[in-house]
């Protein structure tokens, strides 16, 4: 078990190319992010998860579907950690696994209104599943 | 001047204006956008992670043919421009990334990042000039209070996309200037509008075009402007606002005087 989380910390390090030990915990991506108040893990602490090698808390939180990668966070973040890219790293652990996709095919035609771009839709399922 | 030209999924069907209204401006300019054989989607968003290399393919296809023709790739869809010149910067500088690419595309000669990428509002800029526009406009927008809505996917990360200045930007206000209009500087002219949160929640979309159009409108705007299609479903779809969003070609092309014909 323990050499499985360190596994799962080393993929998000490394698929993220984010060194989570450089944050200083300025606060500044969480007083960045438009999804903020829609989190439940914020961004500063997601850097905290990742350091403390608990992504099986990471890969099941709310955060993973309200984070637009709209890099805010990554712009602003004086350090260079990018957390951002930690949390795409722990949504692409999350989509990975067996049944882990947020978002069905079937789910659409409920969802869908005929304005919507077609730019909307491959980029939610680029997002939420694989 | 020739440019390959990369239209996107979206500029084939829901925004079909703003493909129109550029080609015809282009003309209207003197240059000509060649549409690249064969594009595939780009996929909208830009893979992050470093490991998945079969979504980044479509760009590096797109990016090669160009190579292959000499020209600059021109995207005018915010989100083509993000991914493409992304995926571009992965191809020049990341090598395990541009090994890994190369091993799937099998070209008689690698590609190596050579292209240059460029948004339709760069070539207005940095290639015909906001100087040189302003001269070729025939019906100037005098009197409209514009805000330009950047959102997120033209401006950052700004090291790799080096469009303008991620924070304080202002390349669509010296557009409108130049079409003869006034543009309004508003705070959340960088916010993101949701993008495809709306799908899955839209009052959290809701509550930041909400954000957007409020700022905009409390300003002075008395519309805005976007290259993003989906910012303009967004703005339009999800806010309460009345102030209208539109595509900046279709005000460009309507300076130039041809919005018309391609009206008809």
């Known amino acids: 078990m323990e050499h499985s989380k360190k596994n799962q910390a080393e993929m998000v390090k490394e698929i993220s190319g984010s060194n989570p030990l450089r944050c200083m915990k300025c606060g500044k991506c969480s007083a960045s992010c438009p999804a903020f108040e829609k989190m439940d893990i914020k961004p500063h602490q997601f850097v905290s998860y990742v350091i403390n090698e608990n992504i099986e808390e990471l890969a099941k939180c709310e955060s993973l579907w309200y984070c637009l990668s709209c890099f805010a966070c990554v712009e602003r973040c004086p350090r260079d950690v990018k957390p951002g890219k930690l949390v795409d790293a722990a949504r692409q652990i999350a989509v990975r696994q067996k049944g882990g996709a947020y978002l069905v095919p079937d789910e659409i035609p409920e969802i869908v209104d005929e304005d919507l771009p077609q730019q909307l839709l491959v980029s939610a399922f680029r997002k939420f599943r694989r | ?264």
């Open chain 2, 1 to 264: 001047m020739k440019y390959s030209y990369y239209p996107g999924c979206t500029l084939r069907t829901k925004a079909k204006k703003l493909d129109d209204y550029a080609r015809a401006s282009a003309k209207a300019l003197g240059f000509e956008l060649e549409e690249i054989e064969n594009w595939q989607c780009c996929g909208g968003v830009y893979p992050l992670s470093s490991d998945e290399i079969g979504s980044k393919l479509s760009s590096v296809r797109a990016l090669n043919e160009a190579k292959e023709k000499n020209q600059e790739l021109v995207t005018l869809c915010s989100a083509c421009y993000h991914v493409v010149k992304r995926v571009n910067d992965d191809m020049r500088n990341v090598e395990d990334i541009r090994t890994r690419a190369n091993n799937y595309m099998k070209l008689d000669e690698p590609y190596l990042g050579e292209t240059n990428v460029l948004h339709f509002l760069e070539v207005l800029r940095d290639r015909i000039g906001f100087d040189e526009l302003k001269k070729k406009v025939t019906n100037p927008l005098t009197g409209r209070k514009i805000g330009a809505y950047y959102g997120c996917l033209l401006l950052r990360p700004g090291k790799i996309l080096g469009f303008d200045n991620p924070e304080n930007p202002t390349i669509i206000e010296d557009f409108i200037r130049a079409i003869g209009s006034e543009p309004v500087v508003y705070p959340y002219r960088n916010e993101c509008c949701g993008g495809y949160i709306s799908l899955k929640a839209k009052d959290l979309a809701k509550t930041m075009c909400d954000n957007i159009m409020d700022s905009a409108s409390g300003f002075g705007a008395e519309m805005l402007i976007t290259a993003c299609p989906l910012c303009q479903y967004n703005l339009t779809k999800n806010s309460k606002a009345t102030i209208p969003v539109y595509y900046f070609t279709e005000l460009l092309a309507e300076a130039l005087g041809v919005k018309e014909e391609v009206d008809a």
